[in-house]
T-cell receptor, first 115, second 116 residues
Framework: AQSVTQPDIHITVSEGASLELRCNYS??????LFWYVQSPGQGLQLLLK??????LVQGIKGFEAEFKRSQSSFNLRKPSVHWSDAAEYFC?????????????FGSGTRLQVQP | EAQVTQNPRYLITVTGKKLTVTCSQN?????MSWYRQDPGLGLRQIYY???????DKGDVPEGYKVSRKEKRNFPLILESPSPNQTSLYFC???????????????FGSGTRLTVV
């Protein structure tokens, strides 16, 4: 079955440290890939997306993500985390298949930032 | 401002009392969808709509109804709510079906529903 896995439920980093959030998917072909962020009490906001082309994509708020076909991964990174980055992050995958038109979301990774 | 508007933000109701959560978008998007978010389960799709008068079930449709009489509106109806429908609900819209495009979703701010 098609699936999206975010192995880390909860991550804590210090402010100023680097960050990498993992996302793996299981699909036969390259899907459309997204990262969303959900701040407390808010809806989900699109951080970045991958469709084709350059495998390193830049997003808002200083985030980037790298698509690695061989590993079926689309990990989110940020060189230096700010306290305002504390939120929940969702990886999502869109893959056209019969009867399937929606995005499939991972279960999310909650990021805590220590001062 | 381009946005998806959901109402209400918070709702506490009793088992069996019909309720409607409204969703409206001002971006002329064709595709609209309802998700529920539960801890550890991420977002699961309830229903979606490809366009006016075209709706279909998502992954967890039981106990819910939707309608799409106008392009901008996509209300979620719980005719007989039960406690297992206590959840955080999101409406989302997209110019095209997200699985076939790279547009992604625009989400509403969410409706936290508690059924007692």
């Amino acid at each position: 079955a098609q699936s999206v896995t975010q192995p880390d439920i909860h991550i804590t980093v210090s402010e100023g440290a680097s960050l990498e959030l993992r996302c793996n998917y299981s699909y036969g072909a390259t899907p459309y890939l997204f990262w969303y962020v959900q701040s407390p009490g808010q809806g989900l906001q699109l951080l970045l997306k991958y469709f084709s082309g350059d495998t390193l994509v830049q997003g808002i708020k200083g985030f980037e993500a790298e698509f690695k076909r061989s590993q079926s991964s689309f990990n989110l990174r940020k060189p230096s985390v700010h306290w305002s980055d504390a939120a929940e992050y969702f990886c999502a995958v869109g893959h056209p298949s019969p009867g399937r038109r929606a995005l499939t979301f991972g279960s999310g990774t909650r990021l805590q930032v220590q001062p | 401002e381009a946005q998806v508007t959901q109402n209400p933000r918070y709702l506490i109701t009793v088992t069996g009392k019909k309720l409607t959560v409204t969703c409206s978008q001002n971006m002329n998007h064709e595709y609209m969808s309802w998700y529920r978010q539960d801890p550890g389960l991420g977002l699961r799709q309830i229903y979606y709509s490809m366009n006016v008068e075209v709706t279909d079930k998502g992954d967890v449709p039981e106990g819910y109804k939707v309608s799409r009489k106008e392009k901008r509106n996509f209300p979620l109806i719980l005719e007989s709510p039960s406690p297992n429908q206590t959840s955080l609900y999101f409406c989302a819209s997209s110019l095209r079906p997200p699985a076939y495009s790279n547009y992604g979703y625009t989400f509403g701010s969410g409706t936290r529903l508690t059924v007692v």
